[in-house]
């Protein structure tokens, strides 16, 4: 089993920043891949970012791209998600995902993931 807890997210004002963390513990010695996605009141849930390592990958969706950072500390095991000049399109549940043995063809899939976490929301007023 592995747990997965993220934080972090508020209330910010257009332009704002917030960053998220997402810790997964319990048996992770598989897992590869950290991933974020974001789920607004009747819309399906989307694919945000993602971290893959080793190596440090990283991927965006394109509306996000340039303004979002995905980031991993390995000493704690814990991924965190910048987001900068927020919108208030922006605004959603976000939640973290831990995926194991995943490829770069599939992190931007949600059902690629096996894990996630309760979800954290982040509203950005304008």
């Known amino acids: 089993q592995v747990q997965v807890v993220e934080s972090g997210g508020g209330v910010v004002q257009t332009g704002g920043s917030l960053r998220l963390s997402c810790t997964a513990s319990?048996?992770?010695?598989?897992?590869?891949?950290m991933g974020w996605f974001r789920q607004a009141p009747g819309k399906e849930r989307e694919f945000v970012a993602a971290i893959r390592w080793p190596g440090g990958y990283t991927y965006y969706a394109d509306s996000v791209k340039g303004r979002f950072t995905a980031t991993r500390d390995n000493a704690k095991n814990t991924q965190y998600l910048q987001m900068n000049s927020l919108t208030p399109e922006d605004t959603a549940m976000y939640y973290c995902?831990?995926?194991?043995?995943?490829?770069?063809?599939?992190?931007?899939?949600?059902?690629?993931?096996?894990?996630w976490g309760q979800g954290t929301q982040v509203t950005v007023s304008s």
């Open positions: 319990g048996r992770t010695f598989s897992r590869n891949v």
């Open positions: 995902a831990s995926g194991s043995r995943l490829i770069s063809s599939t992190v931007r899939s949600p059902t690629a993931y096996d894990y």
